[in-house]
């Protein structure tokens, strides 16, 4: 499979200059009583004169305009206008996500400039479709509930919101949270790959004995998704927001199970089984290919920047297998993911609606997001097809790791994300860091971040429960 390297989710450590600070801005309940998002615009001559990156297939066709950063997105471009009469794509900007969510934001500020449609990662919509002012059309208006059998319950989940009656984005695609592990490793000090956290420590302990220098694996205090899932994994619900009560959050970031699963990598921290490195450093970049680290717990995105690094041997040095569980009954959980969502300021909301229920809708689009931009994708029918689950990847030694990565994907249920995710993300990063490399108090830490981010939500205006 030709893939990319993608960064997905970790781009959004990026976005933290987006936190909504004051009342009125995207992610507060309160501001202008008009909401534009609620307003059908009918002009299909707007984007005439529109200056596209891609060439236009059929110049005299309706022009919609499109934000995104997909690899390949141009020639997802180009499919999509050869197969269409009566709309173009208009690539008018590839910028990366947090310089074109700043963008987007100043388009908001001066209420002119943004896109028709908009890529946007599930953990950002709630922040530009909250609140009175929502900035991110209601799709259901426009018949996105046909589709809605096409994908998976999970993405599809991330795009309401958190909420039942409205759809903010048509899925692209998921980050399905797996394990890849040094086979090498593993067999040199003979040591079973772990299928459970308690066989994960285990294992870190018998490597470390039997003299392997490096660590089992990483807990990054600076992870902010990564770490979610592994809430969720314990069953832990960390926030509850809908699009559809837009005034009120729930944050339960100091429950038990979050207690326990902190306190698991705080005990494994300390007797140096696993380090604490930051991801999207120049050294965490170095150690996930140099035998510093025996597994990496990631999502499935992480595929195409280990194909993509030069020097890293292929073959069977490297293995995918489901990430550790507590339990059996533990949920798949999940990193990352964007979608397509049009904007309150297309001047014909209609075709913005169609191009983004439309732009990944047949089989050849979906084979370019998957074979030439390294998405991984929630249709479900790609999902399930034979070719794709039994396609070898020479990188991890032909073995056929969408067997191991699709039912995860299919697996995953959704999570709810706060108005302010930035704000929490970067709280959290501060209390995980005084945690794992300072040896803070898990429990007073814990309730110190949630008195932390329930008084900034009181203080936008949110009414908060756990």
């Given at each position: ?40 615009h009918n002009d299909a001559k707007a984007n005439d ?174 992870g902010t998704l990564f770490n979610y899932a592994y ?134 689009a979906q084979d370019i997001a998957v074979n030439d ?94």
């Amino acid at each position: 499979m030709k893939t990319a390297r993608l960064m997905g989710a970790s781009v959004l450590v990026a976005v933290m200059a987006l936190t909504a600070g004051a009342c009125g801005s995207p992610g507060s309940p309160s501001g202008s009583s008009n909401n534009e998002a609620s307003q059908v615009h009918n002009d299909a001559k707007a984007n005439d004169t529109a200056k596209c990156r891609n060439t236009v297939k059929k110049p005299n066709a309706e022009k919609v305009t499109v934000w995104a950063w997909y690899p390949a997105f141009g020639k997802l471009v180009d499919h999509f206008n050869e197969t269409h009469d009566d709309l173009q794509v208009c690539w008018t900007s590839a910028d990366q996500s947090a310089k074109a969510y700043s963008r987007f934001n100043t388009t908001i500020k001066a209420k002119s400039g943004a896109p028709d449609v908009i890529q946007l990662e599930y953990a950002v919509m709630p922040q530009f479709a909250s609140g009175v002012e929502k900035h991110l059309v209601d799709l259901s208006k426009f018949g996105v509930d046909k589709i809605r059998s096409n994908y998976t319950a999970g993405a599809w989940k991330d795009v309401q919101l958190g909420g039942s009656k409205g759809v903010y984005g048509v899925p692209v695609d998921v980050g399905p949270v797996v394990m890849y592990y040094r086979k090498d490793i593993f067999d040199k000090y003979q040591v079973k790959p772990p299928t459970t956290w308690d066989e994960y420590e285990q294992a870190g302990r018998e490597l470390k004995q039997k003299g392997y220098t490096g660590h089992i694996g990483n807990w990054q205090p600076n992870g902010t998704l990564f770490n979610y899932a592994y809430y969720d994994q314990n069953g832990a619900k960390v926030f509850k927001y809908s699009a559809n009560d837009p005034e009120n959050v729930g944050i339960n970031i100091n429950s038990d199970k979050v207690k326990k699963v902190v306190s698991f990598w705080q005990k494994l921290a300390k007797d140096d089984i696993v380090a604490t490195d930051d991801t999207d450093t120049a050294e965490w970049n170095k150690k996930n290919v140099d035998g510093s680290y025996a597994t990496i717990i990631h999502a499935s995105w992480l595929v195409g920047y280990l194909n993509g690094v030069s020097g890293v041997q292929e073959g069977s040095q490297w293995q995918i297998a489901k990430a550790p569980v507590w339990d059996q009954s533990d949920p798949d959980v999940n990193c990352g993911g964007s979608g397509m969502a049009v904007t309150d300021q297309t001047k014909h909301t209609e075709a913005a609606a169609k191009v983004a229920m439309e732009l990944f809708g047949d089989d050849a689009a979906q084979d370019i997001a998957v074979n030439d931009s390294g998405l991984y994708p929630t249709w479900t029918k790609k999902l399930g097809s034979a070719a794709f689950l039994d396609r070898q990847e020479p990188f991890f030694g032909n073995q056929k790791i969408n067997k191991i990565i699709a039912p995860v994907a299919q697996g995953y249920k959704g999570y709810q994300f706060l108005p302010f995710q930035t704000y929490a993300n970067d709280e959290q990063t501060k209390t995980l860091s005084a945690i794992l490399r300072d040896g803070k108090n898990v429990s007073t830490s814990l309730d110190s971040l949630q008195q932390t981010l329930s008084d900034y939500a009181k203080q936008q205006g949110f009414k908060v429960s756990q």
